[in-house]
């Protein structure tokens, strides 16, 4: 790169040093990757516990956290404000992803209490569906078995639970009434502001929420929002049911893709490995999504290494494809016993080459089957059918053949079955012309079928540009649209017996229960999202002034959803949840009994009492096998009364609460959660309360993105998994929250860093030890009273910026963006508190202008350090107020304390000052420390106007 080679050389040497060091520091880091964060020293911290511990007793016997509708209300103008958090699901502790997300429901919570509403925040626990059921049986095998794998086992080991408990856990029933009262136990550990009155498990253990979720189901049937009927859904062989989201292992929001399944006949003559089966019909099936191009089909590709079967299918017609392929065909009833799938023949791909076939539609009277190296066996069927003037990959592949002699021969291929067989023109795309694969090859200079990401993104320019703006030029639709045709060639081709329907995962789907899952054709009963009417409702809400959620990216993942989900299957024959009640054979699943359950907290304390799987009846005494139909519509539909086993006015103190709470104003919740249950949060809102219209709809959405620790996914493997319980032993609650704050909060991954949550123990050790060593230097009794003239200009700059800071801090909780909170509200505090004392080092700053900024930076900080700023408030601020005689209208706790509203405004003068100053400090730190020193009868401000200018000259 440099003119002389010495240069050059110099510059390399140090390069390849630093890559060596580099690859060195690697090699350290992986020695250590398993290695848990070990936090420094730990008196600070466990003097940090002692406050935490102090003021959550004082919560706890104060109950400042729970909250009511006050007795009478106004219906438009009430100040309150309702925040939930998705339940987290109960097979095993909560870890830090669940703390991140969910710091932000608590952090809003505790903001929008300052502002004066009276705040909600409950909080429950999921149980519904056949994670827990599966892991049930799972240690249930390992226990009968001594020599199997003790997966499961280690699992809850792991965990820290006893060894003597596990076997307890073989009972499904034993999980969720194990695992919610420890998780409520470290929320309230965390410090969160929620009212553990209201908090439930799911499930028909509890009777309270079963007979809810029964009355939502039986008003979703009334109003046609449910069908039954045989669909195509991902199905678990091992659990034989369907298998949603929340039964995943992996690959959760994957649908079922749909195919063309093209029948390529094999014709005379049979290849040697199928002359047995010459009498038959026997096809090699390829899966498509592309019918309309089989007009150009050249050849058939296999893989030669690739294992084949053939399978008779319940038409008597014997089928050539991968033994995947074949299983999912078996459960979409195309086999002739459900789940059987037995090979008349085992063959190799290579077996199959020169195969002749008779290919639909397309122009050559036979084809044959050829070789492809880049065919994958766990996608489709292993056969592709080939179309080279639209697939680059085809005509890369095919191209390969036709010229290179030595790679034909090794792959056992005749000339004769590659020569002659030209691309054939089928569509015609503005920018590429009739042969878009040619044209891309030949521009991309795509040499070999080898050039991978060169095909890759050929494919994609080619298919769009075809798909989109392309116009057939042959067959039954020539000059219509592709995005048109499509659907017609693929009709045609059904009806003519020369394809059938067939349906695999979008990708990989393994479920809970370790299978790799397939598309089965199943009876389902099924919630009919897409339905035109309710899709409008839905939309028309999301793009309203009533509905925000904080990001266009989510906003636009909101709309991309709502434009593909469709029907839902919502039954479930394994697991734990509440059974259909008029077809008691199937349970509701774990997405479906999870879209309305916000209502249920506004009376969940009113009937269950904070009992959270509902065993004893709450306040109002009402039992579970009680409640009717008609109740749950007097309380939430605001229907008349219907006489029965409850007195209309326990009713009527439920109907009251619901009307005051609802709606949610703000749901919080990880990304992954927009493309299914938030989205169907949003359906049944608007199918349970259409005759409320937008009143009764969810107000905001607030979704972050996934979490990684220390700049890695959080994963057990990499030693950086924690959950929740051993953050809090390592670090405390407050540190926490402060680490966790700090880690981001828009729809990219945020990273959540160990050494945040340690360098937060010393951060707040060190601002409750300034407090508290600050108000003991505060002369006893009353203070001289100040007035603005009587402030010099670093007391008026010192002022000025805590209202600029104080400003942006609400600017930022307003805009769920509590990085930014600590930027401002502790950082910026800070430093302009620093800035002050340096400056006033003589002692002469302002009593009342500090014990603003105490005030003022207590209740700021409160929402996400609650322990040490209520501790600061009550036991340092307070009493020191009182004895000067000036704690008049100050509330006993900062939870209940108002955010500061001065009467004073930011002076923009004052702040281009403060701006100067600050300029001009940062340039003088390399100057001689003389210069910043005060001479002889010079004050702070004379220093401050000499630098100003001196910096000016």
Not at 793 to 812: C, G, P, Q, R, V
């Amino acid at each position: 790169c440099f003119n002389d080679t010495a240069t050059t050389e110099i510059y390399t040497s140090l390069f390849v040093g630093s890559v060596r060091c580099v690859q060195e520091t690697g090699r350290l880091m992986a020695s250590t990757i398993t290695q848990k964060f070990q936090p420094k020293g730990s008196k600070k911290k466990d003097h940090l516990l002692k406050m935490e511990t102090f003021i959550r007793g004082k919560w706890e016997t104060e109950k400042i956290n729970e909250v009511n509708a006050p007795p009478t209300y106004d219906q438009e103008s009430k100040a309150k404000f309702m925040t939930t958090f998705p339940y987290p699901y109960m097979n095993g502790k909560l870890h830090l992803g669940h703390a991140f997300s969910s710091t932000k429901n608590e952090f809003k919570n505790r903001y929008m209490r300052l502002l004066g509403n009276n705040s909600l925040f409950p909080f429950s626990f999921h149980c519904t569906g056949m994670p827990i059921a599966a892991a049930a049986n799972k240690l249930k095998k390992e226990l009968e078995n001594p020599t199997a794998p003790k997966i499961q086992y280690n699992i809850l080991l792991s965990m820290g639970i006893p060894e003597a408990e596990i076997p307890k856990f073989v009972d499904p029933l034993f999980w969720p009434r194990y695992f919610p009262p420890k998780a409520q136990e470290d929320l309230k550990e965390f410090g969160y502001s929620v009212d553990w009155r209201r908090s439930f498990i799911t499930t028909d253990i509890n009777p309270y929420y079963d007979s809810f979720i029964r009355w939502q189901f039986n008003t979703l049937k009334a109003k046609d929002k449910l069908s039954f009927g045989k669909r195509h859904t991902v199905y678990c062989t091992i659990d034989k049911q369907p298998c949603a989201d929340h039964d995943r292992q992996s690959g959760e929001g994957l649908m079922p893709l749909q195919y063309t399944l093209i029948k390529i006949q094999i014709i005379d003559p049979f290849p040697e490995v199928l002359k047995s089966l010459s009498a038959e019909k026997v096809f090699l099936v390829a899966a498509t999504l592309r019918p309309e191009t089989m007009y150009g089909q050249t050849n058939c590709f296999v893989l030669p290494d690739g294992d084949y079967g053939v399978y008779k299918m319940k038409t008597g017609e014997l089928f050539i494809c991968s033994e995947r392929a074949a299983k999912n065909m078996s459960y979409q009833e195309l086999l002739p016993e459900l789940g059987k799938y037995p090979a008349l023949l085992m063959v190799k791909g290579a077996q199959l080459i020169g195969a002749t076939l008779k290919a639909p539609l397309a122009k050559y009277e036979k084809v044959y089957a050829l070789p492809m190296m880049t065919i994958s066996m766990k996608k489709g069927t292993g056969v592709v059918t080939s179309c080279p003037s639209d697939a680059p990959d085809d005509f890369a592949a095919l191209r390969d053949l036709q010229k290179k002699k030595e790679f034909r021969e090794k792959q056992g291929v005749k000339e004769e079955w590659v020569k002659g067989f030209d691309p054939v023109p089928i569509i015609k795309t503005p920018s590429y012309g009739e042969m878009a694969a040619v044209y891309l090859c030949d521009h991309m200079k795509i040499v070999s079928q080898k050039d991978k990401e060169k095909l890759i993104e050929a494919k994609d320019l080619a298919y769009l540009k075809g798909f989109n703006e392309g116009i057939m030029t042959i067959g039954i639709c020539n000059g219509e649209k592709v995005k048109v045709a499509k659907d017609k060639v693929k009709k045609y081709m059904i009806d003519n017996n020369m394809a059938i329907d067939y349906w695999e995962p979008f990708d990989t789907v393994i479920s809970r229960s370790g299978d790799e899952c397939v598309v089965a054709l199943c009876d389902q009963w099924c919630i009919n999202y897409g339905e035109p009417t309710w899709k409008e409702q839905v939309m028309k809400h999301v793009q309203s002034k009533n509905f925000t959620c904080y990001n266009e990216v989510c906003y636009k993942s909101f709309i991309d959803t709502l434009d593909w989900l469709k029907e839902w299957a919502c039954s479930r024959t394994f697991g734990l949840g509440t059974k259909i009640p008029w077809d008691k054979q199937y349970l509701i699943e774990s997405l479906s009994d999870s879209t309305i359950y916000n209502a249920f907290y506004t009376v969940a304390h009113l009937l269950q009492g904070g009992v959270m799987d509902g065993s004893k009846p709450g306040p109002l005494g009402i039992k579970a096998e009680d409640l009717a139909h008609s109740d749950w519509d007097y309380v939430f539909l605001h229907k008349p009364y219907t006489p029965s086993k409850i007195e209309e006015e326990k009713l009527k103190q439920m109907r009251h609460e619901f009307e005051y709470w609802y709606p949610v104003d703000l749901r919080c919740s990880a990304k992954d959660l927009i493309k299914n249950h938030l989205t169907m949060m949003l359906y049944n809102h608007a199918a349970i309360w259409d005759e409320s219209g937008a009143k009764m709809m969810p107000r905001s959405f607030f979704c972050n993105g996934y979490i990684m620790v220390d700049g890695k996914k959080m994963s057990k493997s990499e030693g950086n998994f924690y959950t929740l319980r051993e953050v809090l032993e390592m670090f405390g609650s407050d540190s926490t929250r402060f680490g966790l704050a700090t880690a981001g909060d828009l729809l990219e991954d945020a990273n959540v860093e160990m050494q945040a949550m340690d360098f937060g123990v010393l951060k707040l050790f060190t601002l409750q030890d300034w407090i508290e060593k600050q108000l003991a230097l505060l002369p006893k009794g009353p203070l001289a009273p100040e007035s603005p003239e009587s402030f010099d200009i670093l007391d008026k700059i010192f002022l000025n910026d805590m209202l600029f800071l104080l400003n942006e801090t609400k600017s930022a909780y307003e805009n769920m963006r509590f990085r930014d909170v600590l930027k401002f509200g502790f950082y910026g505090f800070q430093g302009i508190k620093d800035d002050y004392m340096l400056a006033k080092r003589s002692g002469k700053f302002s009593w009342r202008a500090i014990l603003q900024y105490i005030e003022w930076q207590l209740l700021i900080l409160s929402p996400i350090v609650p322990h040490v700023a209520d501790y600061c408030w009550r036991n340092m601020y307070l009493p020191k107020l009182k004895e000067i005689g000036e704690d008049a209208g100050k509330p006993f706790s900062v939870v209940i304390a108002k955010y500061p509203t001065p009467t004073i405004k930011f002076d923009k003068e004052l702040g281009r000052v403060s701006s100067y100053l600050g300029a001009t400090k940062r340039s003088m730190r390399l100057a001689p420390v003389s210069y910043t020193h005060l001479r002889a009868h010079e004050t702070e401000a004379d220093l401050v106007c000499r630098l100003l200018l001196e910096k000016k000259k």
